[in-house]
């Protein structure tokens, strides 16, 4: 292992080589384009907007993702460049080393995404995407290449696995009873903060996201097909109310180092998911902004 992070050392200082202060903010603008932070402004697009069911697909394959890598650089505990040599130290990061998660996040995203692109496109975006975010990591000196190495194989072996599996996982899922849905994914997000008590967000949001994905079709479903004007209107109200849930309740609620902390983060993170899959698309259709799939009954369902 000393062998492997000297080698990578040695390329990271290779990298450093160029190093100029326009690059490195040209390289740390590029490194944004692997957080969740972009995903968080995508991902809620292309659910109101492009195709609610393959963004909300999109979004929970996501949070898996960013789960696997939380749980896999505690596992592996391993240092990054900056912490050997404190000269490479570029940018900072408060977390392990490996696998690089904005290779990883980078590589599920724009892989799924892809198919969904014109051929050309998505192929030059799944592939030079990850490419170019995970050069900017190692310049920054935040991960070794084998980081980035196995964060591209880890999520270029789930994007190929949901656009083998997916079609089929998608249709036994839908033929499911809502509460056993609902039941799947709060057992889901259990197993999720088990494998890593100290991130507890990420099981919230996808609890959240998929209680509401599951619920939705109860009341009728949603289109997220529309005129321009509609789309922008829906993202500007939905973005500006995923704030409010994210910002408002952070303001709020207690703060790390309170011991009900993990709890409180975990039910912010999910309603800020079921807002995302559930409340903002409801909004959107009472607001005359989208349509139901299915039009509501007496009873007030959109189940025939």
Not at 178 to 202: C, D, P, Q, S, Y
Not at 258 to 265: G, K, W
């Amino acid at each position: 292992m000393e062998d492997v992070l000297s080698w990578g050392l040695a390329v990271v200082r290779v990298a450093q080589s160029f190093a100029s202060p326009a690059l490195t903010l040209a390289m740390k603008v590029v490194s944004a384009g692997g957080t969740i932070y972009l995903y968080g402004i995508l991902l809620p697009f292309a659910a109101w907007c492009v195709d609610y069911r393959f963004g909300v697909q999109l979004a929970l394959l996501s949070v898996f993702s960013g789960l696997l890598n939380a749980w896999l650089k505690v596992l592996f505990a391993q240092p990054r460049p900056y912490q050997l040599d404190a000269s490479l130290g570029l940018a900072k990061e408060p977390s392990y080393g490996l696998p690089s998660g904005h290779s990883q996040s980078s590589a599920v995203f724009w892989g799924v995404a892809a198919s969904r692109l014109p051929r050309l496109v998505g192929v030059s975006l799944a592939i030079g995407i990850p490419l170019i975010v995970g050069f900017s990591r190692i310049y920054l000196g935040v991960h070794f290449p084998t980081d980035v190495f196995a964060g591209w194989a880890i999520g270029g072996m789930i994007a190929v696995a949901w656009l083998v599996f997916g079609s089929d996982i998608t249709r036994f899922v839908s033929v499911q009873n809502v509460r056993l849905k609902i039941l799947a994914a709060a057992v889901a997000a259990f197993f999720m903060n088990m494998l890593n008590r100290e991130e507890t967000g990420l099981a919230g949001l996808f609890l959240g996201v998929a209680g509401g994905a599951a619920f939705l079709p109860e009341l009728g479903g949603y289109r997220a097909a529309g005129t321009l004007p509609a789309k922008a209107a829906r993202y500007g109200i939905g973005m500006a109310g995923a704030g409010l849930i994210y910002f408002g309740l952070k303001a709020i609620l207690p703060g790390e180092g309170d011991q009900s902390y993990a709890l409180f983060r975990f039910a912010r993170y999910g309603l800020l998911g079921a807002w995302i899959s559930l409340g903002a698309p409801l909004a959107f259709i009472r607001l005359g902004l989208a349509e139901a799939e299915m039009p509501m009954t007496a009873g007030g369902t959109g189940i025939p």
